[in-house]
C-alpha cells in the first residue's frame, strides 16, 4: 500500500478544532484521511488533489496551492474531522461486536443532543466547504487543474464540485 499523504495532523486538528485529541492517535488520523479523501477530494477535484498531495511530499507547496492550504482546505478537514469524530469516536469495532465507549468522567449525550452537535458541526463544515469552492472559482484561471467545464473534467475520476453537495437541494417535487 503506498504511503498515504495527510493534509492535517493531529496538532493542527488540536488547535483548530473542537475534538479533544486525547484519543488514540491512530483513530484520529483514520477519521482524518477519510474526511480528506472523500470531502476535499470531491471539492478539489482528482488532478488539484494528486498536485497538491505531489507538492505536499516533494516538499515543495508553493504560492497559491500553499493559501489554498492555508486558508481554506485546513479548516474545511478540521471541520469535517470534527463532524466524522463525534461518531467513530464514540463507537468501537471490536472483535465480536460494536458498541458504545464510555468515560467515567463524562456523561454520554442523549440523541437530540448528539444530533443538534452534529448538525451544528455539519453546518460550520458546508460554510468552510462552500467558502472554499468560491475561492476556487474566483482564482481558477490560477489554478490550472481546477477544471470547470465538463470537457476539461473528462481526464478526472473525481470532478471538482461546482457547489457544496446538498441532498435536499437535489430533490424534486412532483
Known amino acids: 500500500m503506498a504511503e498515504k499523504v495527510y493534509f492535517l495532523n493531529v496538532e493542527d486538528w488540536e488547535q483548530y478544532g473542537f475534538t479533544n485529541t486525547n484519543i488514540d492517535v491512530k483513530k484520529l488520523r483514520v477519521i ?26 516533494a516538499g515543495t507547496l508553493t504560492g497559491i496551492y500553499q493559501t489554498l492550504m492555508d486558508d481554506y482546505v485546513v479548516d474545511t478537514l478540521v471541520a469535517w474531522c470534527d463532524y466524522k469524530a463525534t461518531f467513530h469516536t464514540t463507537n468501537q ?72 453537495n446538498d441532498y435536499f437541494g437535489n430533490i424534486g417535487v412532483i
Not at 100 to 121: G, P, Q, V
Request: glycine letters at 4%; hydrophobic letters at 30%; charged letters at 25%.
Open 32 to 57: 482524518s484521511y477519510r474526511a480528506q479523501f472523500t470531502h476535499i477530494r470531491s471539492v478539489l477535484g482528482t488532478t488539484l488533489y494528486d498536485k497538491i498531495v505531489t507538492e505536499i511530499t
Open 93 to 164: 469495532i471490536m472483535n465480536k461486536t460494536t458498541g458504545k465507549n464510555s468515560d467515567e468522567h463524562i456523561n454520554a449525550n442523549d440523541l437530540d443532543d448528539n444530533n443538534a452537535l452534529r448538525n451544528t458541526l455539519r453546518a460550520d463544515a458546508k460554510q468552510f466547504e462552500s467558502d472554499m469552492i468560491g475561492w476556487l472559482q474566483d482564482n481558477r484561471n490560477n489554478i490550472p487543474e481546477y477544471c470547470n467545464t465538463p470537457e476539461d473534467q473528462s481526464h478526472q475520476t473525481i470532478h471538482p464540485s461546482q457547489t457544496v
